[in-house]
């Protein structure tokens, strides 16, 4: 990921999936003089870690049904 998609991430009032080394997380804060951002899994919100932006990577939010999509 990129820093500029990292902070749009963080600024969006939708939830969009992203993980570190397969793991889901939520992206806590970016840090631009080093390009690294403060992360927690999903799961665990008292465990944060800091790391390069460029490990973490979106996931597409797959859509299940016609309906959905709205393509009905």
């Known amino acids: 990921m990129n820093l500029t998609r990292a902070k ?3 600024e969006s009032e ?4 992203v993980t570190y080394k397969g793991q889901p997380v939520w992206i806590d804060g970016i840090y631009e003089s080093n390009q690294t951002a403060q992360v927690h899994a999903e799961d665990s919100p008292e ?3 800091h790391v390069a932006v ?3 990577a979106e996931q597409p939010v797959a859509i ?3 309906d ?3 393509c009905s």
Do not use: F, P, R, V
């Open 68 to 70: 959905e999509c709205g």
């Open 54 to 56: 460029e490990d973490l």
């Open 47 to 49: 465990a944060s870690l």
């Open 64 to 66: 299940n049904t016609a």
């Open 8 to 10: 749009q991430i963080i």
């Open 14 to 17: 939708k939830k969009i999936n």
